[in-house]
């Protein structure tokens, strides 16, 4: 299938599961579930057809790992990043001792300042590795790698989370559990 059609596909499933799932009349279910025959008829209701291959290759290939199907493959959801009010029904896990954000430089002062909040997502997000951290600061213009100190926060008494994509979670990071890594 050609890739521009699943970054397409990616991003019209992002956006209805997500952030407006009553746009095309679905409601999520707790965890964030959709039934994939709702969504597939949703999609093809709002001039947005998209098949079975279609939606499984979405969910098998792409490289964030965005979607996730239930272990009987009838329901999908959004691992994580959600502005709508869904519980994902997470369970509290023990993050490793460091963790990475990356974010636009010209963000890095006000985030030093006050820390990082989850603004109109659910969460915080997370990396494991500095890697990904830098492609996402790149997406908001010159990288900046924050490093976290996960262990600390959690034995402070913070709870993390860790979505079906390794992505962590926590409400907020302090500005005491940041430090610059690097500037790209």
Known sequence: MEQSRLVRISKYLSKHLRHAP??????????????????????????????????EEVV?????????????????????????????????????????????EQSVPAILQSGLHMMSRHHVH????????????????????????????QQAGFTFYCSDNGVWLVDQVPSQYLKILSPE
């Open 126 to 153: 997370l990396s494991k590795d500095v890697e990904t951290a830098r492609k996402v600061g790149m997406r908001h213009g010159r990288p900046v790698i924050l490093a976290i100190a996960a262990t600390a926060m």
């Open 22 to 55: 009553e746009r095309i009349g679905l409601t999520l279910a707790i965890g964030g579930w959709v039934n994939v025959d709702d969504l597939l008829s949703a999609c093809a209701a709002h001039q947005f057809p998209i098949t079975r291959a279609e939606l």
């Open 60 to 104: 098998a290939t792409s490289d964030k790992q965005r979607f996730s199907f239930d272990e009987t493959r009838t329901r999908i959801r959004a691992n994580q990043g959600h502005s709508v009010d869904v519980d994902l029904e997470l369970q509290p896990q023990i993050p490793p001792d460091v963790l990475y954000h990356g974010t636009g």
